[in-house]
């Protein structure tokens, strides 16, 4: 009891303790939502004896629900917490289709069409039906009606204007081709779970407690699907903060939280107000931000930590130029902190991924080693993409789609106009490229297509490959499948280092050596059941079960693959420097935050509807900032470290002095420092807020972080291109300064 009781305040406690069968924690970030919702787990676990594998969790992002899992383990101990069925709510479904999908057609062997394997279903289907549809809106639109529910055959049924026809066409052919491949992509995942546990709930019998972090970014099939999942016990814990709401393009409902109420009379809600994560000042400015929409109602958010730091705001004239600021900073504070900043304890927040391209080549520039969240996938690049699709052959030969990627690739001397022509053949004689390439090699039939000679010698060598690569995958009773010798056989065969060098000249190591990061990869997962174990489903009686093949642990590997993102992947102690997506960084900390870009289009967004949900990702990703809690470095080091800066300040700062002078508005570095408004050590008090000449502080060199006390920093580094006293950076950093 002792160990989950620990360290949580009394509203926590009650939380955790609260008996009520349906619980809404309310509270700001920082408040320890996340960390109350963990200790509730343990404590059902512990204390009301529930089993894990009879309780659900959803998380934000596969990480989460990682981090989350060793949290429990601390608490309960006995590798108990590997049995909790955890995972994001895509996750958390197609575990339940894969264990009972085929009560509702879905075969157990299904594949996941992730958001790049869509969009490249749906570029190809707009090609060959020549529509003037551009395809990134087919896909929104798709998944739009998806998530509503609206099937292509409902949708052609409704429609009135005979414009809508190309698009019913195009959706309906993007729903065959996914059949033909037996595919489910990201909305199937959720529609098919909710179909699949209103027919059986059976499936769901033995659930006896379902737990949602982050609940104010649910949309409606997640609040059915939530329903769904808890319907046999109705026992239901979400956490959440309608501030921090900022999925609605996604269909996110803060509704949903008025509706669970409604639904569930018996809800009972418990608020935190206490903020352990950042300093005083952070929570004044972001306050300042969100306090501009006038519809929300006050709330209280008491720091526990001291007034801090102020946070910096810099207007620069330019991306450029505040790329590089932003680097100076890293190098000039995390040589000043002598050891208490590591790279690691930086993130760079960006309205839109495209941000990041001047960061990212100044980090380049500068030699600063980073991460990307939300960028380029490892599973999205080229090498590993090409192996990938191999792997989806053999396990599925009819998913059209990795084959027409792979066919050629190394080059079999199969041209465009062969390939082209095979294509149309397959569509016409209605049977899978597969289908038709294997009866050529088989000889069962002549190919219509003219077909060279090297270009047939090409496919023979192409289906030999797969077919043997089957061979190993379902292998004759006796023998065990490997997955280290399917994949070796494949990479021998494709001759894959050699390809890589020649298509790669520069940089075929680095691509080299992610190929073997995914072997050891698929191999680690598909033997260990390690994360994400589809065991964790309880047995259910009347629903047939069965052991998994070797061949299910591959299809599973490559689902993981499918729903898993760069923030879900390990970062280990790498020390790098994080840059992400505000929206990726939900519920994450880090001691040093910049958000570049806050102006007039970036945020608030040019496309941006809603602009208090604009404030809303604003005050995300300021609240990001954490109170450093490390041992502060002795005044010795900070001194050698102040020494050492000014005599490497010259190369390594990348701007000139004048570049700096020239744009700078700095904040008065004293702002609410010489004001102890309130008692830091109770946390109770209130803020007061000081009226500042904007002015008064702008020194014209840049004030040095000052490293003699644990502190933490937002920057929020701004290009101001356009003023707009509305809403904007303007009203923003106004609020900051006052
Ligand atoms: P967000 O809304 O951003 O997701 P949250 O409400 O989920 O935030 P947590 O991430 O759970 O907040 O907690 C924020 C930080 O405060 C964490 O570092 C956590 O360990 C710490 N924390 C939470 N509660 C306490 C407490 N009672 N005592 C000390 N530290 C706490
Ligand atoms: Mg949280």
């Known amino acids: ?166 698009f019913a066409n195009l959706y309906s052919t993007y729903e065959e081709t996914l059949a033909a491949s037996n595919l489910l992509d990201y909305d199937d995942l959720l529609l098919r779970c909710t179909e699949l546990l209103r027919k059986h709930p059976l499936c769901v019998s033995s659930i006896q407690a379902v737990l949602v972090d982050e609940y104010q970014d649910t949309n409606n099939v997640q609040y059915d699907l939530m329903s769904l999942v808890a319907q046999a016990k109705k026992r239901i814990t979400i956490v959440g903060d309608p501030d921090q709401s900022i999925y609605s393009f996604r269909s996110a409902e803060i509704k949903n939280l008025h509706r669970m109420r409604a639904d569930y009379p018996e809800s009972v809600v418990i608020n935190l107000d206490k903020n352990y994560r950042s300093s005083g000042c952070i929570l004044i400015s972001a306050i300042a931000v969100i306090e501009q929409d006038e519809s929300r109602p006050n709330k209280p958010l008491v720091p526990t930590h001291a007034v801090g730091e102020q946070p910096t705001l810099r207007h620069l004239a330019t991306s450029r130029v505040e790329a590089q600021w932003i680097v100076g900073e890293i190098k000039r504070s995390s040589t000043l902190s002598a050891g208490l900043l590591n790279l690691s304890d930086y993130a760079i927040l960006l309205r839109t991924a495209s941000l990041s391209l001047s960061i990212e080549k100044a980090f380049g520039d500068a030699g600063i080693p980073y991460r990307m969240v939300g960028g380029k996938k490892f599973f999205d690049r080229a090498e590993i993409k090409i192996l990938l699709d191999y792997l989806r052959v053999i396990n599925q030969p009819d998913h059209n789609d990795a084959l027409v990627r792979v066919i050629n690739v190394p080059s079999r001397n199969i041209g465009d106009v062969t390939f082209k022509g095979l294509l149309e053949e397959a569509e016409k004689k209605k049977i899978t490229l597969w289908t038709l390439i294997l009866n050529f090699a088989q000889g069962r039939t002549r190919p219509q297509t003219k077909i060279s000679t090297a270009a047939q010698k090409g496919i023979d060598t192409f289906v030999n490959l797969i077919l043997t690569s089957r061979k190993k995958l379902f292998p004759g009773e006796e023998e065990e499948c490997n997955l280290i010798d399917l994949i070796g056989h494949v990479l021998q065969k494709v001759e894959y280092e050699k390809y890589l060098k020649k298509v790669h000249k520069e940089n075929w190591r680095e691509r080299w050596a992610n190929v073997e990061e995914l072997v050891a990869q698929t191999t680690q997962t598909a033997s260990t059941d390690d994360e994400d174990p589809d065991d964790a489903l309880p047995m259910v009686e009347g629903i047939e079960q069965r052991k998994d093949t070797a061949a299910d642990r591959l299809s599973k590997f490559l689902r993981n693959v499918a729903l898993s993102t760069e923030a879900d992947r390990a970062d280990g102690e790498l020390n790098q420097v994080t840059i992400s997506t505000i929206h990726a960084a939900k519920g994450l900390e880090w001691p040093v935050v910049f958000i570049p870009g806050v102006y007039d289009g970036s945020i608030p967004h040019s496309r941006a509807e809603d602009h208090d ?49 020239g744009e700078e508005v700095s904040l008065d570095p004293n702002v609410g420092r010489s004001k102890q408004s309130f008692n830091s050590a109770s946390g109770a008090g209130s803020f007061k807020r000081r009226k500042l000449d ?43 300064l006052q």
């Open 613 to 661: 949900e604009e404030r809303r990702l604003l005050y995300v990703g300021m609240t990001r900032a954490q109170m450093l809690r490390r041992p502060v470095p002795n005044e010795t080091a900070v001194a050698a470290a102040q020494s050492l800066l000014e005599r490497i300040e010259d190369d390594q700062y990348p701007l000139t002095r004048e570049e700096i002078d």
């Open 1 to 166: 009891m002792d160990a989950i009781l620990d360290g949580l305040n009394p509203a926590q406690r009650d939380a955790v303790t609260s008996p009520a069968h349906v619980l809404q924690v309310l509270a700001p970030p920082g408040s320890g939502k996340t960390k109350t919702l963990t200790a509730r787990v343990a404590y059902l676990i512990s204390h009301e004896h529930l089993q894990p594998w009879n309780i659900v969790v959803c998380t934000f992002t596969i990480k989460a629900a990682r981090e989350m899992r060793e949290r429990i383990r601390g608490m309960i101990g006995d590798g108990l917490e590997s049995k909790l069925i955890i995972g994001t709510f895509h996750s958390i479904c197609r575990r339940f289709l894969v264990r009972y999908g085929q009560e509702i057609g879905i075969p157990k062997n299904f594949g996941i069409a992730d958001t790049s394997d869509s969009s490249a279903i749906i570029k190809r289907i707009v090609n060959r039906l020549q529509s003037t549809i551009e395809p990134g809106v087919a896909r929104s639109r798709i998944s739009n009606l998806k998530s509503k529910g609206i099937t292509a055959e409902h949708f052609a049924a409704t429609i009135k204007q005979t414009t809508e026809h190309e």
């Open 694 to 736: 904007p002015l008064s502080g702008n020194s014209r060199t840049p004030v040095p972080i000052r490293m003699n006390q644990s502190h933490t920093h937002t920057i929020a580094a701004t290009t101001m291109q356009k003023a707009n006293p509305g809403f904007t950076s303007a009203t923003v950093q106004h609020k900051i």
